[in-house]
């Protein structure tokens, strides 16, 4: 097949030049397909990071769950513990007093 010369405004140009022009527009389409490609990796690459943070924060909140759920049996724990302790103490009291009784009691 034979190459036509393309006209411009200036004339015909020549085989050469045309040659010229389409070896720079291709090489022009290679840097701009490769700019294209190194921009893909980069969004993949970006899309990866953004899923793993995004399965730390997930992570995250299912410790502070556990976390929240630890703290309030902890504090429930405490609160009977403190109820038991104040009972016991109560206890003590009736009982140190009855022993005083019976002491005083027995010394008169």
Known sequence: MPMLARVNQRGPLPA???????????????S????????IEHRCE??????GLVAQVHA???????????????V???????????EIARRLDVAIDSIRTVLDANDH
């Open 32 to 39: 701009a397909l490769d700019a294209l490609e190194a921009a």
């Open 76 to 86: 429930a724990r405490s609160r009977s513990l403190e109820t038991s302790n104040r």
């Open 16 to 30: 050469m030049a045309e040659t010229s022009a389409i070896d720079a527009a291709s090489k022009r389409l290679a």
């Open 60 to 74: 995250l909140g299912a410790d502070r769950s556990r976390l929240a759920s630890d703290l309030d049996a902890a």
């Open 46 to 51: 970006a899309d990866r990071g953004e899923e």
